[in-house]
């Protein structure tokens, strides 16, 4: 990898709320954003309803678990934003790079994410406030 991480595009915007169905009245019913891809990520303790906006998506976040980094999110912030995600070709590069920056990363080594993706978050106080996610797609 050269001096600088190449960043594919923003996949997603990540949304906390408490229910998933609830929010839906909202982003389907009034903004005509039907749901696609819904899973739930055991390793997250997390249900996610994927809503596609162009080339890039929405992802509303249900914890499954109140201990959950979104159930915890949720008690101390209430819904909202939670998260930004870039697609990157490849995350472990991407870890590798910002690490040797000195910025401080939740997950040093990628994790399974939802759809059979790679995925690492970087903390908000390295990303001036924000939680940013790196996604690397699999393999097709």
């Given at each position: 990898?050269?001096?600088?991480?190449?960043?594919?595009?923003?996949?997603?915007?990540?949304?906390a709320?408490?229910?998933?169905?609830e929010?839906?009245?909202?982003?389907d019913?009034?903004?005509?954003?039907?749901?696609?891809?819904?899973e739930?990520?055991?390793?997250?303790?997390?249900?996610?309803?994927f809503?596609?906006?162009?080339?890039?998506?929405?992802?509303?976040?249900?914890?499954?678990?109140?201990?959950?980094?979104?159930?915890?999110?949720?008690?101390?912030?209430?819904?909202?934003?939670?998260?930004?995600?870039?697609?990157?070709?490849?995350?472990?590069?991407?870890?590798?790079?910002?690490?040797?920056?000195?910025?401080q990363?939740?997950?040093?080594?990628?994790?399974?994410?939802?759809?059979?993706?790679?995925?690492?978050?970087?903390h908000?106080?390295?990303?001036h406030?924000?939680?940013?996610?790196?996604?690397?797609?699999?393999?097709?």
């Amino acid at each position: 990898m050269s001096d600088s991480l190449r960043v594919n595009k923003v996949d997603h915007i990540g949304i906390a709320v408490r229910s998933i169905q609830e929010a839906l009245a909202f982003w389907d019913r009034g903004l005509g954003l039907a749901p696609g891809h819904m899973e739930e990520v055991p390793a997250q303790k997390v249900r996610v309803a994927f809503l596609q906006v162009g080339e890039s998506h929405l992802e509303l976040l249900e914890p499954t678990s109140q201990d959950s980094p979104v159930g915890k999110f949720l008690a101390n912030h209430g819904e909202g934003m939670h998260h930004i995600c870039l697609e990157v070709p490849d995350v472990q590069a991407a870890l590798r790079h910002l690490g040797s920056l000195g910025l401080q990363l939740i997950d040093p080594m990628p994790r399974p994410g939802s759809g059979g993706s790679l995925v690492a978050f970087v903390h908000p106080k390295s990303a001036h406030g924000v939680l940013l996610e790196l996604m690397q797609k699999p393999k097709t």
